[in-house]
């Protein structure tokens, strides 16, 4: 059965496909320039009240650092001084006074973005691309979260099974989720979790998901390890055809 989704983009992306062209899983698609910041908290390395950091700052904001720059210091009346060195090159974005927080910003990179499964862009949208493609659906009746991409396991029951081997995937099972599953999920980067049955909508970045049909749990299981779609907006979970 075919379907579509939207894949989200991050802005400013410079894209390399167009609308009604074939894409494969891990097909670059375009790329966009990333920036990291870094917080680094003055106030608790001086060992000073937030409001007299700024007394200490040895560079201004706006200009460019170094990595190992000296970026603060406290001086004492015996002599002896405690220093702050910057830690990566790149720029003095913004200083809060209130806490003594200095950030930083390290050079922008370009970051790649890849297809997430094979398709077909069907249109090229200011959210994202609509990518078409076929597999099997099974309906929800309740999702939160955004969409996600990933390889299907079923739960087993225990948490003592869950391990890194299992980032990035989608779990599914017939038991309440709760919240022991929800924290080691988030701790080990599982993308989302689907139940056979109702569950509480604790706070969460995980995608979470109770099927309509409870018996598709069964029909589900078949699918293992094979790449899924798990999509709240449109309240599918789809089995992408290999």
């Given amino acids: 059965m075919e379907f579509s989704f939207l894949f989200p983009l991050p802005a ?3 894209l390399n496909i167009s609308e009604g062209e074939k894409i494969k899983e891990g097909d670059i698609l375009g790329h966009y320039l990333s920036e990291k910041k870094i917080s680094l908290n003055l106030a608790q390395k001086l060992g000073l009240p937030p409001k007299k950091v700024g007394q200490a700052l040895t560079i201004s904001l706006g200009n460019g650092v170094k990595e190992g720059d000296l970026l603060a210091e406290k001086k004492s009346l015996l002599g002896s001084s405690v220093k702050i060195y910057s830690p990566v ?3 003095a974005f913004s200083f809060d006074q209130e806490r003594g927080i200095l950030t930083l910003v390290s050079p922008a990179k370009k970051v790649a973005v890849r297809a997430p499964i094979n398709g077909k862009i069907e249109k090229v949208e ?4 609509v990518i078409k493609t076929e597999g099997t659906i099974f309906p929800l009746c309740w999702a939160k979260g955004k969409i996600v991409f990933g390889p299907l396991k079923k739960y087993a029951g ?6 890194i081997e299992d980032r990035g995937k989608i779990l599914f099972f017939t038991e309440i989720i709760n919240l022991s599953l929800i924290k080691k999920s988030e701790a080990l980067k599982i993308k989302g979790l689907i139940s056979a049955k109702k569950s ?18 069964k029909k589900i299981a078949a699918y293992e390890n094979q790449k899924a779609v798990l999509d709240p907006k449109n309240k599918v979970l789809a089995i992408v055809n290999s």
Avoid at 126 to 129: A, P, Q, R, V
Avoid at 158 to 163: E, G, I, M, P, V
Avoid at 200 to 217: I, S
Wanted: aromatic share 6%; charged share 30%.
């Fill in 158 to 163: 225990s948490l003592a099974n869950l391990n």
């Fill in 89 to 91: 090159g790149g720029k």
């Fill in 12 to 14: 400013k992306i410079e």
């Fill in 126 to 129: 200011k959210e994202g691309l």
């Fill in 200 to 217: 509480d909508d604790f706070p969460t970045f995980l995608t979470l998901a109770q099927l309509k049909n409870p018996d598709d749990e």
